[in-house]
């Protein structure tokens, strides 16, 4: 069974960093494409970053410049480094394989003002 494993939430104060980590089990992670989705109370999910199979990556227009998605294929591990953070960036953030249509549990980032 394949699965991905989020980590790396936590509670940071604005301005500062995280990074997020997605491990991806099986066979899947070298040609999937892989991206990071957020949501927060009350708000729809919604796209942050995502990564290809040769390392192009798109970002929400709200993330640009302050997150970078990336991927470690010898370890089949995706992240998001968060830098900049701010209050409404604060959601639940999932890990998503794009084509085996694939979600991780989720892990909470929560930024306090």
């Known amino acids: 069974q394949v699965q991905l494993v989020e980590s790396g939430g936590g509670l940071v104060q604005a301005g500062g960093s995280l990074r997020l980590s997605c491990a991806a089990s099986?066979?899947?992670?070298?040609?999937?494409?892989m991206g990071w989705f957020r949501q927060a109370p009350g708000k729809q999910r919604e796209l942050v970053a995502a990564i290809n199979s040769v390392g192009s990556t798109n970002y929400a227009d709200s993330v640009k410049g302050r997150f970078t998605i990336s991927r470690d294929s010898a370890k089949n591990t995706v992240y998001l480094q968060m830098n900049s953070l701010k209050p409404e960036d604060a959601a639940v953030y999932f890990c998503?394989?794009?084509?085996?249509?694939?979600w991780g549990q989720g892990t909470q980032v929560t930024v306090s003002s």
């Open positions: 998503h394989a794009f084509q085996s249509k694939l």
């Open positions: 099986g066979s899947i992670f070298s040609i999937d494409v």
